[in-house]
Each structure stands twice: as structure tokens, then as C-alpha cells.
């Protein structure tokens, strides 16, 4: 393939139909609330620019790589062009792909970190169609301390992303488990933050850190960040627990959460063993569905429509 079709228009049906959720009008959801409205995603004739959407929260093991690949994936079946971005020093985002990261020369480090290399030489394509990544290794957990003696230390992933958001629709951050350096840089060049939750225990005091962060990188260096929305995650409707801390999350951020809820199950697990989404592992399993109807929602609701 030559590099002049390599980002050329590609044309996506969309996935299966019998891949798809489908809701009745009124249906009520998971949140307790009935579903709203989401359009079919329409077919592009052009690529971006792109929207960027941090995928934030400084708790870990909340599902954030998770949701990372799978709304990736998901938005790239239904013709987006996407971009994931590693920014956790643990990889997971490129293991997850099946991206050996621990052998790569070029990695996001080296974008942010004086001598930067060219954005085109770390990026690379995964095995799903119209799905790029930036990927990271271990490397980038020197790049928090030797970004703050630079000039601009907030701005180095925006610089690095700028020559390529015009071939893409989507570029999805994955953050680190911290509100460090790092997910500032993330916060400094996102359209919108997605906030995977688990649904475990609500912890309003940790949500309230990550907004306060959000309000100040809005008012300090990049005002058109907005909040794109709460993704409720590993949500079991068993248990009076989970539906209990669904309805404080739902009382507390109203709209902001979003229709789709994520079930808790192991076919995740199994996924990042496998080294790919769900959406190719497993297309037809509830895991599956679930991230399609969320990338219906997201192209609705936070991407930019040009
Ligand atoms: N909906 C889910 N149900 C069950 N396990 C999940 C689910 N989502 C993620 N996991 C698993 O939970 C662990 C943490 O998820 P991960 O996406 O890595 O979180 P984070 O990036 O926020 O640390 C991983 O082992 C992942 O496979
Ligand atoms: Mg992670």
C-alpha cells in the first residue's frame, strides 16, 4: 500500500446489524433512566479534524485501557478514523493491542522528551482497521521529571499531536492513574474528558479532585475543555450495591452519565490476554454491543461534527 492510501476515505457500513443493541422508545436502562435518542452514525466524506477525548480518572483499575480500545475499536467500525494514545508508563493500551512495547526504540516518551522524533515515526497501525496508536512503554515514566525544567511542559503532547489530528476523527487519550504532568498534557489538548467509573464504590471526593483539575487546566490553559461524560463501568444489575451506587452517580451528574453502562464480565480479561478488543474477539457478546452503543453516544454527544 502506498503512502497516499494509507489515510485515504474508507468506507464502513457500520457493523452487523445482530451486532447492534437495539432499544424500544421509552425502554428504561441500567442508569434507571430511559435510553434517549441516539442517530445512526452517519457515513464520512472526509477525515477530521480530529475531536480528542482524554479517557481520565487518577483511580486505577477503573476501565479506562479497557474503554480506550473498545470505544477505539467500536468508533472504527462504524468508519471513524481513530487514534488511541498511550500516555500510562504501564502500556497496557499497546499490550492490550498486542503491541510488544517492551522492545520498542520509538515511543510516545520520545515525542515529548527534547530530541523529539517525527509524530509519523511512533505511530503505528494495529489489526484493526482504521485504528492507530501511539504506544508507550516504561520509558515514559522518566518523561514527568524531565518535562518539568521545559519551557511549555504542559503543551508537549498537543505539539506532538498537532501535525496529525487533521487525518483522524477521533483521537482517544489513555490516561495514567494520577493527576500528574501527564494527564495535564492530556487535559491541555482534549475537545472533552471521558470518565470511566467502576461501579463499586461512589468516592465523590476522588470525583471532585478530578473536576477541580479539569476546571483549573480549563481556566489555565485550554478553555474549550469540556466534560464529555461519566462511562459507568463493571456495573452488575444482581446486586443491590451496584444499582445503588448507579443511582448516586445519576443523581450526582445527571446527563453527564451516559445511556451505556459497561456489565461486569470476564470476557475483558480475556481480551487484553488475547491482545485485542472485543469487538473482533467477541463481536457478538454483550461486551461488544455495549462499546458499539457507546461510540454511537460519543459521535452524538462529544464528536465534533464538521
Ligand atoms: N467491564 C469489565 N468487567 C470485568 N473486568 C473488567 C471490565 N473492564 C475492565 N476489566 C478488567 O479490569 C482490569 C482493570 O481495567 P483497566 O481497563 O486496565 O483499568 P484502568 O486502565 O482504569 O486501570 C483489567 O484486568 C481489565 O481486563
Ligand atoms: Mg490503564
Keep these: 500500500m502506498s503512502a497516499g492510501d494509507q489515510y485515504s476515505l474508507q468506507v464502513s457500513a457500520g457493523p452487523d446489524p445482530d451486532e447492534v443493541e437495539h432499544h424500544e422508545s421509552g425502554e428504561i436502562g441500567p442508569t434507571g433512566r430511559p435510553y434517549r435518542e441516539v442517530p445512526e452514525p452517519k457515513p464520512l466524506d472526509r477525515h477530521g479534524p480530529a475531536t480528542v477525548i482524554a479517557v481520565c480518572n487518577q483511580k486505577g483499575g477503573v476501565g479506562k485501557t479497557t474503554s480506550t480500545i473498545n470505544l477505539g475499536a467500536a468508533l472504527a467500525e462504524y468508519g471513524r478514523r481513530v487514534l488511541l494514545v498511550d500516555l500510562d508508563p504501564q502500556g497496557a493500551l499497546s499490550a492490550g493491542l498486542g503491541v510488544p512495547h517492551h522492545e520498542l526504540e520509538?515511543?510516545?516518551?520520545?515525542?515529548?522528551?527534547?530530541?523529539?522524533?517525527?509524530?509519523?515515526?511512533?505511530?503505528?497501525?494495529?489489526?484493526?482497521?482504521?485504528?492507530?496508536?501511539?504506544?508507550?512503554n516504561i520509558d515514559l515514566s522518566a518523561a514527568e521529571i524531565q518535562l518539568v525544567s521545559e519551557v511549555g511542559r504542559e503543551q508537549a503532547l498537543a505539539r506532538a499531536l498537532h501535525p496529525v489530528l487533521d487525518r483522524y476523527d477521533v483521537v482517544l487519550i489513555d490516561c495514567q492513574p494520577s493527576l500528574g504532568l501527564l494527564t495535564v498534557n492530556a487535559l491541555a489538548c482534549a475537545d472533552t474528558v471521558l470518565i470511566p467509573m467502576e461501579c463499586e464504590y461512589f468516592s465523590l471526593r476522588g470525583l471532585a479532585l478530578l473536576t477541580d483539575t479539569i476546571d483549573k487546566v480549563r481556566d489555565r490553559l485550554n478553555p474549550r475543555l469540556e466534560l464529555g461524560g461519566i462511562l459507568v463501568t463493571m456495573f452488575d444489575a444482581r446486586t443491590l450495591h451496584s444499582r445503588e451506587v448507579m443511582s448516586r452517580v445519576v443523581e450526582v451528574f445527571g446527563d453527564a452519565v451516559y445511556d451505556t453502562v459497561i456489565t461486569r464480565t470476564v470476557r475483558f480479561p480475556e481480551t487484553s490476554v488475547a491482545g485485542e478488543p472485543i469487538t473482533s474477539w467477541a463481536p457478538k457478546s454483550a461486551g461488544a454491543k455495549a462499546y458499539r452503543a457507546l461510540a454511537r453516544e460519543v459521535i452524538a454527544r462529544n464528536v465534533k461534527q464538521t
Design 106 to 136: 520509538q515511543t510516545v516518551y520520545n515525542l515529548l522528551v527534547p530530541p523529539q522524533v517525527a509524530t509519523d515515526e511512533v505511530l503505528m497501525r494495529t489489526r484493526v482497521d482504521g485504528l492507530d496508536l501511539l504506544p508507550s
